[in-house]
């Protein structure tokens, strides 16, 4: 999920400085490929792999050992842009509509505590407005849960705050629920129909229960150094159960902003930020670089896995990187690595 921009208040710009090498005249502005190896040196992670995408072909690069390329990963939150890209295309054949509430779509579901689906609209459940609990919050993603276990646990919990932003996994618990019941199939179902299969993402898929990852893949490690590559995804469900790889990530985030799988109102729509303050769209979020350049996509943490994919708003130049562990522990380095990728080199 997105820090709530507290990235964006960094002091990204003298960050930038100080990562750049020396040079007999002037500072050199750093590359991802120096940037990268600081995820692994100063960022605490065993391995970091990037993988950028633009009309010239890509690039990749890698630091540390035991990752790789076509290396299938947990992706965590970024399911929720595949989510979010379903509904709205629900929304495009007036199958459901963003106003209607969570009641219409899912009867009696949401009560308890203060929470009432009849006040509850599709469009909150994407902007991350409902109000609604965050179940992850009481299980730290460790406990497998069915989705209607997930949304009664959020449920024993008042809202907070209704209206205005607050990340909660549950409301892409209840677009998951959705979709089933728009469409008589899972979510999963839908997605293969609908992206996996029609944009050729061949590492993309959503595992259910199975608790093993595709070959080929690397290890993963909590914080500690413990081995979790194997890892039950009912923890996250509809709101991170995705497992992918760098190109496929890639693949989607340039298709989806390049207007390939939505129409342009219902883009603009997902990109569109006043719910919630500037901070997230719908299955995505904007992130302004110190140069003044905004990059637009989502990060994705599971335990054992952090994933951000960044793109320009036509997804012509994307950048996916990885690492093979829960997080970054420098939050410094990762604006600095989008900043070094998307901002111009002046010298």
């Known amino acids: 999920m997105p820090s709530l921009r507290a990235l964006l208040v960094l002091p990204v710009s003298l960050a930038l400085l100080a990562l750049a090498p020396a040079d007999s005249t002037a500072p050199r502005p750093p590359t991802t490929d120096t940037v990268l190896p600081l995820l692994v040196t100063r960022g605490g992670a065993p391995a970091a792999a990037l993988l950028v995408r633009d009309g010239a072909g890509s690039h990749y690069a890698r630091a540390g050992t035991g990752i790789a390329r076509d290396d299938h990963f947990r992706a ?6 595949l989510i979010a890209t379903l509904v709205l295309q629900l929304a495009e054949e007036h199958r459901l509509k963003l106003s209607d509430t969570v009641e219409q779509h899912l009867p009696g579901l949401v009560r308890g505590a203060g929470n009432d689906g009849r006040t509850i609209t599709l469009r909150a459940l994407l902007t991350h407005t409902s109000g609604l609990h965050d179940f992850t919050a009481d299980t730290k993603g460790l406990v497998p849960l069915s989705p209607r276990q997930a949304v009664r646990m959020a449920l024993t919990h008042p809202p907070a705050h209704p209206g205005r932003f607050s990340y909660s996994n549950t409301n892409y618990v209840l677009l998951g629920m959705v979709v089933r019941q728009v469409t008589g199939h899972s979510y999963a179902a839908e997605a293969e129909r609908r992206i996996i299969a029609p944009l050729g993402l061949t590492g993309t898929s959503f595992p259910g229960s199975r608790m093993s ?9 909590a914080a500690d150094g413990t081995d979790v590559t194997e890892l039950d995804p009912r923890v996250a469900g509809a709101a991170g159960e995705l497992v992918t790889t760098l190109t ?10 390049g207007g390939r799988l939505l129409l342009p109102r219902r883009l603009r729509e997902m990109r569109d930020t006043r719910a ?3 901070l997230y769209g719908m299955g995505l979020y904007p992130e302004k670089l110190p140069c003044g350049t905004t990059v637009w996509g989502h990060n994705g943490r599971i335990l054992g896995s952090y994933v951000r994919t960044a793109a320009t708003v036509d997804g012509r130049r994307v950048l996916t990187y990885r690492v093979n562990t ?6 410094d380095l990762e604006p600095a690595l989008l900043a070094a990728e998307f901002c111009p080199r002046t010298s």
């Not at 990852?213 to 490690?221: C, E, F, K, M, V």
């Not at 829960?326 to 939050?331: G, S």
């Open 326 to 331: 829960t997080a970054i522990t420098d939050p």
């Open 276 to 278: 919630a303050h500037g």
């Open 76 to 81: 965590g939150s970024m399911t929720k842009t």
């Open 248 to 257: 496929d990530l890639d693949r989607f985030y340039a298709a989806l902003l």
């Open 213 to 221: 990852l595709p070959s080929p893949h690397g290890r993963a490690y």
